[in-house]
């Protein structure tokens, strides 16, 4: 059994954990949940944190166990939350949940006969069954108002004067009740989760311990921040997701190729399964070189390998090499047409008719007149660039400002011009 705990504090992953936790680990494999809350169809970087936290425990020799909250998710945790969430309907909360349980397949492993096979629960499941007054008379009369009173996320929202709705007030108690099932009904003795969650995890050892007399056991890793104080996981444009439909492949690996260099020594150690004597070797490399970006190459590998696979990957060094570095007609010809989207998205597009496309007499009149403009303002400005060697279409430099337009379309209905350096446009042959 390696080491779960001194695992997480060499990474950097641990906060606070229950006494003779690592005594309990020490004995045998052991159970653990971590629960995740369903308000979306997708997890986004915020939460590999936990899903690291679990992975780790599994590569361990450990059980997880990946609670997705649909009786839970329908209230909301306030936790350190400033007001109430939207309550979701039963089926958007089902999508979500589905939607979950298959990206969370990609970091545990879940095949049968494995010894310490992964399990996906959710609390709907036991929750359901419960009518209102079996639950706060079975399990409401073990836990005090006093004790929920007391905690820190709970005293933050009625001192900010925002309040907390009963049905806010009730989450920490159905939490703590998922804990009591596991234990009981799965033999789960431990509950991991982040910072945040330590008084709704220390309720549920609470109430096994007065429902059956017995122990349990709370680990929770820190929340995650970047080096500037900003929440980690969020861009201009919103949350950083997994589902590729919302964060792009090649988006997702350009987040991590551009954290800073301080972020990048925190986040290879929580974000990849790279072994120590490796990420200390990347580290003296980095400090030798940091303008090569050592860190976060190798972390924007790894993660994007692990969330997207080889493939996406490789399709997202290639994007990022057309726009930054080197790269040939073949590299942009292999991007699919999200990708290629994606890598340019802002610049300045037109389109052509594709009949007036065909007929256009060389690529001077394509790059002036048949653009309206956009790129070029006339023919002559046009020549002379060409000429000069300044222009490229499809990543290959025009040499004669009266050759024919036989370009092969990207995608069958783009082309890419490059005027210098930086300047690009699309043209689209609709």
Do not use: C
Request: net charge negative.
């Amino acid at each position: 059994m390696n080491n779960f705990i001194e695992e997480l504090r060499w990474r950097g992953m641990l906060q606070d954990m229950t006494p003779e936790l690592d005594n309990h680990l020490e004995k045998g494999m052991a159970s653990a949940y971590l629960g995740f809350d369903p308000t979306a169809d997708s997890l986004h970087i915020g939460h590999l944190v936990g899903v690291m936290t679990l992975l780790h425990f599994q590569r361990a020799g450990h059980k997880p166990f990946a609670l997705v909250g649909g009786a839970t998710g329908m209230i909301g945790d306030p936790s350190f939350k400033s007001a109430e969430r939207n309550l979701l309907d039963s089926n958007t909360l089902e999508h979500n949940v589905t939607s979950l349980q298959k990206q969370l397949a990609k970091f545990l492993d879940f095949q049968e006969g494995t010894v310490n096979k992964a399990e996906l629960v959710n609390n709907f499941d036991w929750m359901s069954k419960f009518s209102f007054l079996d639950f706060i008379r079975d399990v409401g009369k073990y836990i005090t108002v006093n004790y929920m009173m007391a905690k820190d996320s709970v005293k933050r929202r009625l001192e900010d004067g925002n309040g907390l709705s009963f049905t806010e007030f009730s989450y920490q108690l159905i939490q703590g009740y998922d804990f009591y099932h596991l234990w009981k009904n799965e033999n789960v003795s431990v509950q991991l989760g982040g910072s945040d969650q330590w008084g709704n995890i220390v309720t549920g050892t609470e109430l096994i311990r007065k429902m059956e007399g017995g122990s349990a056991y709370a680990l929770t890793v820190p929340l995650i921040t970047k080096a500037d104080g900003s929440k980690f996981g969020k861009t201009e444009g919103g949350s950083v997701w997994l589902d590729p439909e919302k964060t792009s492949p090649y988006a997702f690996y350009q987040f991590w190729l551009n954290v800073s260099d301080e972020d990048a020594a925190k986040y290879i150690r929580i974000f990849t399964t790279l072994e120590r004597e490796v990420i200390e070797s990347l580290e003296k490399e980095h400090l030798e070189a940091p303008h090569l970006r050592i860190l976060q190459k190798e972390i924007a590998k790894q993660v994007t390998i692990m969330v997207h696979g080889e493939n996406e990957f490789e399709m997202a060094v290639k994007a990022s090499s057309i726009l930054f570095g080197k790269s040939s007609n073949e590299d942009l010809a292999a991007l699919d047409e999200r990708t290629f989207l994606q890598v340019f998205d802002g610049v300045p597009q037109t389109t052509i008719d594709k009949n007036e496309y065909q007929s256009t007499s060389n690529v001077v009149e394509l790059l002036s007149e048949k653009t309206s403009g956009i790129i070029f303002s006339s023919k002559g400005e046009a020549r002379k660039m060409i000429q000069g060697g300044g222009v490229s279409v499809n990543k290959e430099k025009l040499t004669d400002p009266n050759s024919a337009v036989d370009f092969t379309l990207l995608q069958d209905k783009y082309l890419l011009v490059q005027k210098g350096k930086k300047n690009y446009y699309i043209v689209e042959i609709a």
